[in-house]
Structure formats: structure tokens, C-alpha cells
């Protein structure tokens, strides 16, 4: 529990980050779903529902706005790649739609008043106590949402928080455990500490031959080469291979007609409202408002309410009954009230754009790319299968590669990081983290079966001979040896001043008076806890796990990289439980949310078995490299 606590302070910035990447109210990782094929316009399936490529996008859009606003607009998808928040993102979504489904199965939902009452109480929406509709609005500026949109989607939240309440309330903290963890987290200390510096490198003689020499020998392995080990290989990459083929027009002009359908923009309209909570009001300001042809010269209204522009929206951004009032004119104009959870909405549609529909030679190049990549694909297929007979009937990798009309590529002497003898890249070795683990995991003089990388390319590799590690002779490494014999030296003098410091300090003398005569500065800490603070450094991180391992009057000594602790426990201070309950309560409610987590995981967890689920990396990486 204390380790989870730990843990969990630790990641204080990591959790910050996840609150503004997460639209949802809970998130937790899946990481042993399986990773199926799907469909390319899918990007993971759950159970019989998907999530698609366009709910992705949506949300890396939001996850990158979120974050720039945060980090910068230099924040780059790639960074947030190698952060792990894109896969924090498919997690997320597939947690969401777990619950999703098994809230439908439950039979939860969330009626239209219980929305109202959730959006009428947000505090992001109050001003002065009362519920703003400017502050609505303009969060749903800033997130880049429509009314239904949200709506929506807090009516998910709402059925899934439903769950998490359930579980919530069946978790139970025993005071024992509480009390326990509240003197483990609250005890203080009080230390006097002395820090030894390591010695100065003109205090240390230079080492003499004899000692070069010794010291290359005693520790001969840590000045050896690697392991380096040549191979065969046929490499079959896709990505060359599409560069060589051009797709039938027929093929290229079906391709269109399916991708035109996808990648037409629908028909958006500039619209602007005014909501009412009254349908009298709402229809009152409709006739004015109808009768001068002019919405603007209506602003001045008694109950205050602002024209608000709502931007350009398609008709999947509103609900249902707005899209068939909003899209039904043909011309700009104005809209009877209609009724939403929401209010009345009194519309006016200010401008229209028509769909764009895009032509053939603006796709032409991607689909040609695409198509060939896809052929490509299918003839290296059907290559690995002529390569497999060919090597099954005893074919030798260069007789293998001659049937198949591809060829033999040596690479010499690479060793496991993939750098050749003189520390570079080695020639010819593909760019492939796999295609280097298997030279390394197979025997020498075996041959492969056929291998496919996460990418999409085949290879098949002979480990033709190994180098084994060589001692690398003197002269090659001696400045190498002269500057880790020296700082040995010196940690070996400070470490030897500081343990006679140490030992010292446990006879009559204070460590204070000690510490005078030897010269060195002495402090006396504050109180401090256990755990570190972000805002005070009250005393050297490293230190404080052995202090509080220590007993009171004990002397301890630790190592740092620039040189020796020398501490004394000088006073314990245990927590008190004495009118604590206000902060007793605190502790609860952290362990509650902690063990409330645990049971959640558990859950989710078991609703993999439920509903499969199958995630499509190929589509996933499709989609970011969209938006790179």
C-alpha cells in the first residue's frame, strides 16, 4: 500500500498530464488485450462495437490541443508518441467503451433532467453562483464541441460514473490500516549532517605503469569488445517494392468512388442561437425577430440572454430533431424554436457551405500510393511462399533469392547495438529492432524461418560466423584506464576519510565538534517526513530513506556522486492521532480512491473476457501518420 502511495506521489506530473488528455471522468490502462487484425477503417474492436479511425483522430486532436496548451504549440505529435500518450489514449477509449457496453447490458442510462441538473451544477459554467450560459458556451469553444456533442457525451460519462459509484461505495478502509499508514506517512526526524566532498584530484599521485597495467588486467572485461557476428539475409520490404509497380486506371478510378464517399467534406452552415429556458419567450423572440428579418437588432432582450455564434456545423455535430430544422432550408435564414435537454434553441442560419466533394487527380497520387503498397504486399506474400518451398527443398539463401528474383544481402561484423568494428552503423543492415534480435537469438550457422516485422516486411537471415569478444590491447585504452583509476582513487580516499569520520563520531565527541575540527560544515535539519515534499528540500533525497531506517543517536553514512553523508538521527517526533480527524479523513479518502482503483482495474479488467477486444495497429499508425 505505502509502495502504491509512493508510486502514485511520484507521478504527480504524469497524473496532471493524463487530467487534461482524458475527456472522460475515469482511466485505466489495458495492457493484455489482444492485438488482432481488424478493418483499416477501425482501429480496435470491442465486442461487437468499434472504434474508428474518425473517433481516433477526434481524439488525438483533442489530446495535442490539451497538451500544447500546457507544454507549447512545439509540442509535436511524436513527443507525445514517445511519451505513451497515444496508446494512454486507445486505452482510455477502449475503457470507455467497456463500460459503455456493460452499462447498456445494466440497463443504466441517464434521463434528459438528470443531464440538465449535471450541466446547471458544473462550477466551470457558474458565475456568481448561478449557472452562466456565456461559460458554457465558451467551453464548448475552447474543447472545440457542439451542444450534442457534449451532451452526449456527458450522458456516457454519467451511465459509466454510475459504475464506478457502485464499486466506489462497496470499498471499505479498516482504522486500523489508517491509523498505521497515517504514523508510517507522519513521523518526523530531526538529523545533524555533515557532507564529506570528494577529494581533489591534485591530492592523487598519477598512477605509475605497474598500476595501469594491474588495473587494465583486473578488470580486462570491462575494456573488451563485443560480440560481433556476420550474416546472410533476404529482406523483403514492401515500401521498395510499391515504389516499382503502377495500378491499373480501372483499379485507381474504383478506389476513388470509395474514398470520394469518405473524404467528402458534407455541407456545414454558420449558425447563430439564442436559448431560452421558456418556450413562450423563445417564440416570442422567434416572431420579433422574424418580423424585422433581422436577428441582430433582437439582442436587447429583457432576460438578458446573449447571441451566441455557434461556428460552422455539420448536421452529426447537433441532435437529431436540430440537424432535420437546421439542414432542411435551402437558404440562410431563421428557425422555429425547437426543444433540446438543453432549452429552447432559437436559430439563425447566417451562411452555407456546400459539400466539397474531392476530384480525382486530388487523390489520384495517395490512392496510387496506397494501391501499390497493397500490391506490393500481396507479391511479397506470394514470394515468402515460393522462398519457404525453395529453402524447405534445400535451396541455399543466394539459390532461394535467385528464385524469387530478389537478393542477398552480407553484413559483417555488426555487434548488438547494430554499429559495425568502427562504432558506426554497420553497412546494409536494415532498419529493423527485430530483424537485429534474431542475428543475436539464433545459432551460428542456422538459418531462419521466414520472419515478419510489425511493419509489414519479411526477411529470412543465415548466421554465417561470430567474433567473440577480444581484449582490446593497452595502448587503445590506457587514457581510458588513467581517468577511471584516478576518480577510484579518489572515491577510495573520500570513503576512507568519511568512515573514520563516522567511526569517530561515536566516541565522546559531538559530531558537531568533530565536524569543526576536520573542517567541514555541519546542519541541523527541521523536522521532516518520510516522504519528500515538491517545496521544501529540507534535507538531501538520498539521505532520508536510511535516516528513517535508522534509530535515534545511530550514525549512518551514505554515498552520493560528488561525495559522503555523514548523518546523525538527533530526534524522532511520532505522528500524533490527537484531533487529527480532519486530516485522518484526508488519508481516507487517498486510500479509498487507491483501493477503489485496484477494484476498478479488477473489473475492467474482467470485462475483457466479456466483450474481446482486438486492436489494429496498422490503422493506428495509418491515422498518426495523417497528422504528422
Known amino acids: 500500500m505505502i509502495d502504491k502511495m509512493r508510486s502514485k506521489a511520484a507521478s504527480w506530473v504524469a497524473k496532471i498530464l493524463a487530467f487534461f488528455l482524458i475527456l472522460s471522468f475515469a482511466v485505466w490502462g489495458i495492457g493484455d488485450v489482444v492485438r488482432g487484425p481488424v478493418t483499416g477503417n477501425v482501429i480496435a474492436e470491442v465486442g461487437k462495437s468499434e472504434i474508428t479511425r474518425s473517433e481516433f483522430s477526434n481524439q488525438i486532436r483533442k489530446l495535442m490541443t490539451a497538451v500544447r496548451r500546457q507544454f507549447g504549440n512545439n509540442f509535436d505529435l511524436k513527443q507525445a508518441q514517445q511519451l505513451g500518450l497515444v496508446d494512454q489514449t486507445v486505452n482510455q477509449m477502449i475503457n470507455s467503451r467497456l463500460l459503455k457496453l456493460e452499462a447498456n447490458i445494466l440497463g443504466l442510462t441517464a434521463g434528459e433532467e438528470l443531464i440538465r441538473q449535471n450541466i446547471f451544477e458544473d462550477p466551470r459554467f457558474k458565475q456568481n453562483r448561478q449557472f452562466n450560459r456565456n461559460a458554457f458556451q465558451r467551453f464548448l469553444q475552447q474543447e472545440s464541441l457542439t451542444e450534442a456533442t457534449y451532451v452526449s457525451l456527458l450522458k456516457n460519462d454519467i451511465t459509466k460514473q454510475q459504475i464506478i459509484n457502485i464499486i466506489r461505495s462497496s470499498t471499505h478502509s479498516p482504522k486500523v490500516m489508517l491509523n498505521n499508514i497515517y504514523k508510517y506517512q507522519n513521523e518526523k526526524r530531526v538529523a545533524e549532517v555533515v557532507f564529506i566532498p570528494n577529494q581533489k584530484s591534485s591530492s592523487i599521485k598519477k598512477a605509475n605503469e605497474t598500476e595501469i597495467f594491474n588495473y587494465y588486467k583486473k578488470r580486462s572485461k570491462l575494456f573488451k569488445t563485443p560480440e560481433y557476428r556476420s550474416v546472410s539475409a533476404i529482406f523483403l520490404d514492401p515500401k521498395k517494392v510499391a515504389k516499382e509497380l503502377s495500378p491499373p486506371i480501372e483499379k485507381l478510378k474504383n478506389e476513388y468512388e470509395y474514398r470520394k464517399e469518405i473524404r467528402t467534406k458534407p455541407e456545414r452552415r454558420l449558425l447563430y442561437q439564442v436559448l431560452f429556458q ?247 535539519s527541521k523536522p521532516f517526513f518520510r516522504f519528500p515534499s515538491s517545496k521544501k528540500k529540507d534535507i538531501p533525497n538520498i539521505l532520508r530513506a536510511p535516516i528513517f531506517e535508522a534509530k535515534q543517536g545511530e550514525v549512518i553514512i551514505k554515498a552520493s556522486d560528488k561525495g559522503y553523508y555523514i548523518a546523525l538521527i538527533k530526534k524522532i517526533i511520532p505522528a500524533d492521532l490527537i484531533d487529527k480527524k480532519e486530516k485522518i479523513g484526508e488519508l481516507k479518502s487517498q486510500i479509498h480512491d487507491i483501493i477503489t482503483s485496484d477494484n476498478i482495474d479488477q473489473y475492467v479488467s474482467s470485462l475483457k473476457n466479456k466483450f474481446p477486444t482486438k486492436i489494429d495497429q496498422k490503422a493506428i499508425a495509418d491515422a498518426i501518420s495523417d497528422r504528422l
Open 278 to 524: 421558456n418556450k413562450k419567450k423563445a417564440h416570442e423572440f422567434f416572431n420579433k425577430a422574424r418580423s424585422k428579418r433581422n436577428l441582430f437588432q433582437n439582442l436587447k432582450i429583457k432576460d438578458g440572454q446573449k447571441y451566441n455564434k455557434l461556428g460552422f456545423l455539420e448536421p452529426k455535430d447537433l441532435t437529431d430533431n436540430l440537424a432535420n430544422a437546421v439542414f432542411k432550408p435551402k437558404k440562410p435564414g431563421l428557425i422555429q424554436p425547437i426543444q433540446t435537454p438543453l432549452g429552447w434553441h432559437v436559430i439563425q442560419i447566417k451562411k452555407i457551405e456546400t459539400a466539397k466533394v474531392p476530384s480525382f487527380s486530388e487523390l489520384r497520387t495517395e490512392i496510387k500510393r496506397d494501391l501499390s503498397l497493397e500490391m506490393a504486399v500481396d507479391n511479397i506474400i506470394k514470394l515468402t511462399g515460393k522462398l519457404d518451398d525453395a529453402l524447405a527443398g534445400g535451396a541455399n539463401l543466394d539459390e532461394a533469392a535467385s528464385n524469387i528474383g530478389s537478393r542477398v544481402i552480407r553484413i559483417t561484423n555488426v555487434d548488438i547495438a547494430g554499429n559495425g568494428e568502427n562504432g558506426k552503423p554497420a553497412l546494409n543492415l536494415p532498419k529493423s529492432s527485430m530483424f537485429l534480435k534474431k542475428i543475436f537469438s539464433t545459432p551460428i550457422g542456422e538459418t531462419t524461418n521466414i520472419e515478419e516485422t510489425r511493419t509489414g516486411e519479411f526477411f529470412v537471415i543465415k548466421v554465417e560466423s561470430k567474433k567473440a569478444p577480444e581484449n582490446r590491447p593497452l595502448s587503445l585504452v590506457r587514457n581510458k584506464i588513467l581517468e577511471m583509476w584516478k576518480k577510484g582513487k579518489i572515491r577510495s580516499k573520500t570513503k576512507m576519510i568519511s568512515l573514520k569520520f563516522q567511526e569517530e563520531s561515536k566516541g565522546s565527541r559531538s559530531l558537531s565538534k568533530l565536524a569543526k575540527e576536520k573542517g567541514f560544515s555541519i546542519k541541523t
